[in-house]
C-alpha cells in the first residue's frame, strides 16, 4: 500500500500507470469479504455497506472525473444497470482524481471531494448512488487503488468476481446476469485490458483537457506513446471511442509503413541510363 502522501499526488507518474495494469497480491478478491464502508454520498446522506448487505448483491465501482476509463466505461454500465439495476445494487466509489490539472485539481479537503462526486454524477447522468472515499483513500487503498475497477459481491458481502477495467462489460455482464440469478459468475476474475483501454484512450485527450493542461503535460511526461495515440485519437470523433483509437493505431502503423518505404526509396542506388 503506498503512503498517503503518494496516494494524494498532483501530477499522475509512470509508476502509478504500471500499477493500474494489474491486481495487487494480498488485495481483495473473489472470495474475500469486500471491506465495510460508511461513507458519505456526492448528492447527500450517507452510503452503508451494512445497508445493503443480506438484501441484495451489489456491484462497487472507483471512479473518478478525470479518468479517461471512468468516462469511456459508464456508458456501458448505465446499460447493465438499466438490466440489473433492481436485483443489483450499483455504487460508485468516487476515489483520488486519476488526472489532476489547474482546472480539475486533486482534492485535499472533504468539501471539494465531495464536490467533485456531484460532478461526475451530473456529467454522466448516472442513475446510481456515488459514495465518496476520505481525503486519504483509506477504502481504495484497502480494494488496490484502481482507477476504473469493479467488485461485485453475494448478499452476505462476499466478493464473487472482480474486473480490473469496468469497461470490461461482456465479462462483467455474464457476471452480473449469473448473480441476479443466484448462482456464482463462470469467470470470477477479469483482467482484460485491450477493449476498455481502447475505449479509455479514445476519450483521454479531452478528459485530460477538462482537466487542464497540466494533466495533458504529465500524461507526455508519464507515458509518451499513450499521449500520442490519445491525440490522434481524438482527430476522429465522432466515432465511438474503441473505433477512435483503432483508427489512430491504423494511422500510425501507415505513417510507419510509409516512412520506411520512402527510406527503403532513399537507400536504393540510381539506375544508370
Given at each position: 500500500?503506498?503512503?498517503?502522501?503518494?496516494?494524494?499526488?498532483?501530477?499522475?507518474?509512470?509508476?502509478?500507470?504500471?500499477?493500474?495494469?494489474?491486481?495487487?497480491?494480498?488485495?481483495?478478491?473473489?472470495?474475500?469479504?469486500?471491506?465495510?464502508?460508511?461513507?458519505?454520498?456526492?448528492?447527500?446522506?450517507?452510503?452503508?455497506?451494512?445497508?445493503?448487505?443480506?438484501?441484495?448483491?451489489?456491484?462497487?465501482?472507483?471512479?473518478?472525473?478525470?479518468?479517461?476509463?471512468?468516462?469511456?466505461?459508464?456508458?456501458?454500465?448505465?446499460?447493465?444497470?438499466?438490466?440489473?439495476?433492481?436485483?443489483?445494487?450499483?455504487?460508485?466509489?468516487?476515489?483520488?482524481?486519476?488526472?489532476?490539472?489547474?482546472l480539475f485539481d486533486q482534492p485535499?479537503d472533504m468539501d471539494t471531494k465531495?464536490?467533485?462526486?456531484?460532478?461526475?454524477?451530473?456529467?454522466?447522468?448516472?442513475?446510481?448512488?456515488?459514495?465518496?472515499?476520505?481525503?486519504?483513500?483509506?477504502?481504495?487503498?484497502?480494494?488496490?487503488?484502481?482507477?476504473?475497477?469493479?467488485?461485485?459481491?453475494?448478499?452476505?458481502?462476499?466478493?464473487?468476481?472482480?474486473?480490473?477495467?469496468?469497461?470490461?462489460?461482456?465479462?462483467?455482464?455474464?457476471?452480473?446476469?449469473?448473480?441476479?440469478?443466484?448462482?456464482?459468475?463462470?469467470?470470477?476474475?477479469?483482467?482484460?485490458?485491450?477493449?476498455?483501454?481502447?475505449?479509455?484512450?479514445?476519450?483521454?485527450?479531452?478528459?485530460?483537457?477538462?482537466?487542464?493542461?497540466?494533466?495533458?503535460?504529465?500524461?507526455?511526461?508519464?507515458?509518451?506513446?499513450?499521449?500520442?495515440?490519445?491525440?490522434?485519437?481524438?482527430?476522429?470523433?465522432?466515432?465511438?471511442?474503441?473505433?477512435?483509437?483503432?483508427?489512430?493505431?491504423?494511422?500510425?502503423?501507415?505513417?510507419?509503413?510509409?516512412?520506411?518505404?520512402?527510406?527503403?526509396?532513399?537507400?536504393?542506388?540510381?539506375?544508370?541510363?
Amino acid at each position: 500500500m503506498t503512503s498517503t502522501s503518494e496516494y494524494v499526488y498532483d501530477h499522475v507518474q509512470s509508476s502509478t500507470l504500471q500499477k493500474d495494469m494489474a491486481f495487487q497480491p494480498g488485495t481483495p478478491g473473489p472470495g474475500d469479504r469486500l471491506p465495510v464502508f460508511d461513507l458519505p454520498a456526492a448528492n447527500g446522506g450517507h452510503i452503508r455497506s451494512s445497508a445493503i448487505t443480506g438484501n441484495k448483491p451489489m456491484l462497487l465501482v472507483t471512479g473518478s472525473y478525470t479518468c479517461p476509463m471512468t468516462a469511456s466505461s459508464n456508458p456501458a454500465l448505465k446499460r447493465l444497470h438499466r438490466r440489473y439495476g433492481g436485483q443489483i445494487v450499483f455504487v460508485m466509489l468516487h476515489v483520488r482524481e486519476a488526472h489532476p490539472g489547474e482546472l480539475f485539481d486533486q482534492p485535499h479537503d472533504m468539501d471539494t471531494k465531495i464536490r467533485n462526486a456531484g460532478i461526475l454524477k451530473s456529467r454522466d447522468k448516472l442513475p446510481w448512488a456515488v459514495a465518496v472515499d476520505d481525503t486519504h483513500g483509506t477504502l481504495h487503498r484497502l480494494l488496490d487503488e484502481k482507477p476504473n475497477a469493479v467488485w461485485l459481491t453475494d448478499r452476505e458481502g462476499t466478493i464473487v468476481y472482480r474486473g480490473l477495467w469496468a469497461g470490461d462489460d461482456e465479462a462483467l455482464g455474464d457476471a452480473l446476469e449469473a448473480v441476479s440469478k443466484g448462482r456464482l459468475p463462470k469467470k470470477r476474475e477479469s483482467t482484460s485490458r485491450l477493449k476498455p483501454m481502447a475505449a479509455g484512450i479514445g476519450v483521454m485527450r479531452e478528459v485530460t483537457q477538462r482537466s487542464g493542461r497540466r494533466a495533458e503535460a504529465d500524461l507526455w511526461k508519464a507515458a509518451p506513446p499513450v499521449a500520442a495515440l490519445a491525440r490522434i485519437a481524438d482527430l476522429y470523433k465522432p466515432l465511438p471511442p474503441h473505433l477512435r483509437t483503432a483508427a489512430a493505431a491504423a494511422t500510425i502503423g501507415l505513417g510507419a509503413t510509409a516512412l520506411v518505404g520512402a527510406l527503403s526509396a532513399l537507400r536504393k542506388p540510381a539506375r544508370r541510363r
